[in-house]
């Protein structure tokens, strides 16, 4: 039968006759996030101070199962079951998870009355996660010095042909010779190459009185030497520092067959185009190469403070495994607009 609009509802009838219906936990937080929804999103903040928090938050976060549980508790409070069933997990599985969460403070777990005893609720706290990443220390002026050469700025040369020097423009002296290595232009050559030997670099040794050399950094790009070029042509090619050996990195391949973005028209497109960038790295802890190791070899055997000058030559050694020659690219040929590179940073001694 249709009420009576003037009659009181059933549910005013319960309220006149015992006050107002008392809601659950679960119903009272359920509520609570459905009118958040409405205003302002909460959102947690970790800053750089807090170091901990900002790592068990990442951690947390770094997790497709996690991320689903986020999800799955966006909008409403659930119990572990629920979950598990939701998204066909085990429930140990679940319970795991969100232990992780909880103590990265995105979720809240609850134990409250069931139809079966007690159970435990979850709810997530917050809507959005701001991590500001640590900003470190600033590093002096002088804690990096940077140094580049021309490839054609050696100091001394000692190579085998095939060999040869190209300028911006032209080739310098003749091909396959060594007398051509020390032509007066071979200081403006932008790609030198030879099939055994080795060239040495000097660069001015800049630190500070009192200072100690804690890394020291070298870059080129580099490839194999072949007749032309051919991209199944291994080469082992050596770095010495202040004439220790670092120990050698083997090229792939003399790579041509596409013109480097910075090789100029006039060289021939069946030649050597363009190499791949290498970084040495030496520490107090040994010697890398693009963070493999290559030796024992550390700062300290370089001896840096013992002349002006930083030598610094890459070759390839008589008795090497694979004698393949040697093409060093500059900043006017290849692919990589930089010279030859040497980095060194420094601290200074106590005392």
């Known amino acids: 039968m249709p009420q009576d609009p003037g009659s009181p509802s059933p549910a005013a009838d319960h309220a006149a006759e015992h006050g107002p219906r008392e809601h659950g936990p679960r119903e009272r937080a359920s509520a609570a996030r459905r009118s958040r929804r409405l205003a302002e999103p909460l959102t947690l903040a970790v800053d750089e101070r807090d170091d901990a928090r900002a790592r068990a938050v990442a951690q947390a976060l770094a997790s497709e199962p996690r991320w689903r549980l ?65 900003r470190g220390e600033a590093l002096g002026e002088l804690d990096i010095l940077e140094t580049s050469l021309p490839v054609g700025a050696y100091a001394d040369a000692e190579v085998t042909p095939t060999c040869g020097l190209a300028g911006p423009d032209a080739i310098i002296g003749l091909l396959d010779d060594p007398t051509s290595f020390y032509e007066p232009d071979h200081l403006h050559a932008q790609l030198v190459w030879f099939r055994q030997g080795r060239l040495a670099y000097r660069f001015p040794n800049r630190l500070p009185p009192r200072a100690r050399a804690e890394t020291l950094w070298f870059s080129a790009e580099v490839c194999s030497e072949a007749p032309m070029h051919h991209h199944d042509w291994p080469s082992d090619i050596t770095v010495w520092i202040n004439g220790v050996r670092l120990g050698h990195w083997t090229s792939p391949a003399d790579f041509g067959g596409q013109r480097g973005q910075l090789t100029p028209a006039w060289w021939d497109a069946r ?46 050694e008589a008795d090497a495994r694979h004698v393949g020659g040697l093409n060093l690219f500059g900043r006017g040929f290849g692919n990589y607009p930089q010279d030859l590179v040497l980095r060194v940073r420094h601290g200074v001694v106590g005392g």
């Open 70 to 134: 986020l999800r799955a508790l966006g909008e409403e409070l659930h119990n572990v079951g629920e979950l598990a069933a939701a998204l066909a997990m085990p429930p140990s599985t679940v319970a795991m998870h969100l232990a992780v969460l909880e103590a990265a403070g995105l979720v809240r777990t609850e134990l409250v009355p069931g139809q079966r005893g007690r159970q435990r609720v979850c709810q997530r706290v917050f809507d959005r996660v701001r991590v500001d990443l640590p």
């Open 271 to 316: 030649n050597s185009q363009y190499g791949v960038l290498k970084e040495w790295r030496v520490t107090e802890n040994g010697s890398f190469v693009d963070g493999l190791r290559l030796s024992d070899v550390t700062i300290d055997d370089l001896d840096l403070g013992a002349q002006p000058y930083v030598e610094v030559a890459i070759g390839v």
